[in-house]
């Protein structure tokens, strides 16, 4: 079996949108690879610097892919952090790679452009995640498009790797960029945290539907036919419930429809998918010593093979 590898994150609470772009394609993964999936928590030193929350990021973001299917016993779940290897394996990556390749890095160059001052955690962090992904392995990285860069850079680096010290010593992985979708938020553009247009995932039914009902939408009457196709309402309810889809634009757009009535079935079909799920979140949260319990045993696994990938690199670079 490949082994499939990516990493999340813990910058904030998972939305809608991690969910139905991220996370559920991730999970049905788990039958065609060995999986293994990570919580990168290094990473999101780049950005969080309150240390309570990143605590709760990493609790939540375990919980969140536990409650949402991922089961432990078939998936590696484990913190970046409990495997210090990595940082063993990001020095020798670094010796290898030139400084204008991370120069060129999407998102130090966007904070250049910026005018901000990057920190080198940013300018590195394309470094850390091919050893990230090279630790393990890793045949395919499941990804959205804004990783690609990152992903060449991990198959450039491994790849030179191999030429200096010998074949085989890295496996060169391949990006698996899926038809992620695009989910869109209540205000029509992609779903962010930073964009502030977060449908929540596991808060109380009652907010939920408050953040649906404000989803923004044309302003026809109710007699009028709508167009579905490329509104907000319309793509998520495809996206949440494909089977009743094409139920909601035959009403859409022969008219006497509201942009009300979608968004009342666009909550309940949220709610079908993500009620069940919400209930588990809540159980698994709340029994910290079993999650962490679940972390550690991960990382115990996720180890061993990172132990074997440094020392195949050690001898390979001359430090054994
Ligand atoms: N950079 C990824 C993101 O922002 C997270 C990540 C860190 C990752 N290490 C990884 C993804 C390794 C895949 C493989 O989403």
Redesign the pocket.
């Known amino acids: 079996m490949k082994t499939s590898?990516?990493?999340?994150?813990p910058t904030h609470l998972p939305h809608l949108g991690n969910y139905l772009g991220a996370i559920r394609p991730a999970l049905s993964l788990v039958d065609q690879y060995r999986t293994l999936y990570f919580i990168?928590d290094y990473?999101a030193l780049t950005s969080v610097r309150d240390s309570d929350a990143l605590r709760g990021y990493i609790r939540d973001v375990a919980a969140t892919w536990l409650a949402c299917g991922l089961d432990p016993e078939r998936t590696l779940l484990y913190r970046?952090s409990d495997v210090p290897e990595v940082f063993e394996l990001t020095w020798v990556l670094s010796c290898l790679l030139a400084t204008g390749q991370l120069e060129r890095g999407h998102a130090f160059k966007d904070a250049l452009a910026r005018g901000e001052s990057p920190n080198a955690g940013i300018f590195n962090?394309p470094v850390?995640?091919a050893a990230?992904?090279l630790l393990y392995d890793t045949d395919v990285?499941p990804?959205?498009k804004d990783?690609k860069q990152?992903l060449e850079l991990t198959r450039d680096v491994a790849t030179r790797l191999n030429h200096a010290y010998g074949e085989g010593t890295l496996v060169v992985p391949e990006a698996l960029i899926g038809e992620a979708p695009l989910v869109p938020g209540t205000d029509g553009e992609k779903m962010s945290k930073s964009k502030g247009n977060g449908i929540p995932l596991f808060e109380p039914p009652k907010k939920l539907r408050k953040v649906i009902m404000g989803i923004k939408t044309s302003s026809e009457s109710l007699e009028d036919p709508k167009v579905a196709e490329g509104s907000t309402v319309y793509e998520l309810y495809a996206l949440v419930a494909p089977d009743e889809a094409s139920d909601m634009k035959r009403k859409l757009e022969a008219g006497g429809y509201g942009w009300g009535h979608a968004k009342e079935a666009l909550f309940e079909a949220v709610e079908a998918e993500i009620g069940p799920k919400r209930e588990a979140y809540l159980s698994i949260r709340a029994d910290e010593t079993q999650l962490d319990a679940v972390l550690h045993a991960g990382a115990h696994k996720a180890r061993e093979i990172a132990h074997a990938t440094i020392q195949r690199v050690r001898s390979a670079v001359g430090i054994d």
């Open positions: 590898l990516t990493g999340i994150k990168a990473h970046q962090y850390l995640m990230d992904i990285v990804i959205g990783q990152h």
